[in-house]
């Protein structure tokens, strides 16, 4: 595979992920007899209504965390952090969905992935810059 071929493959199976969940909302929808745009009134719809909303929130952290490791550290690693914030996204949702109190490790797991991504990336940059300049 080319250049970055891993952490590509890894944003499409974010990207996947995150259509899953929008596909879990109109399961949701459609079992609770609750029309778009009603936002409310079936605790289950709520849930992966927030479930899907949370997820969103998390891409553009993500993401770019995601892309910027792999560029200024190692696109591997890049790409395995990628998979184990997959992993704790679906934790997440299948814990919160079953019972808010659930998802805490789903969170606290795809939490540390994005901060390795996020902290890693800054950090390297920063060194970069000090060391080799602009």
Do not use: C
């Amino acid at each position: 595979m080319g250049p970055h071929s891993w952490v590509a493959l890894v944003t499409i199976a974010a990207i996947l992920v995150y259509v899953w969940m929008g596909l879990r909302v109109g399961g949701a929808r459609q079992k609770s007899g609750i029309a778009a745009p009603t936002m409310t009134g079936d605790p289950v719809l709520e849930r992966h209504i927030r479930v899907q909303a949370n997820t969103l929130e998390w891409l553009p952290i993500f993401l770019p965390a995601l892309w910027l490791f792999a560029l200024y550290w190692n696109d591997l690693v890049a790409a395995g952090l990628g998979v184990i914030w997959i992993i704790g996204r679906i934790l997440y949702a299948l814990g919160y969905v079953a019972d808010p109190g659930k998802r805490e490790l789903g969170f606290m797991i795809q939490a540390l992935a994005a901060a390795v991504l996020l902290f890693g990336a800054a950090g390297r940059i920063v060194w970069t810059l000090a060391v080799v300049g602009a």
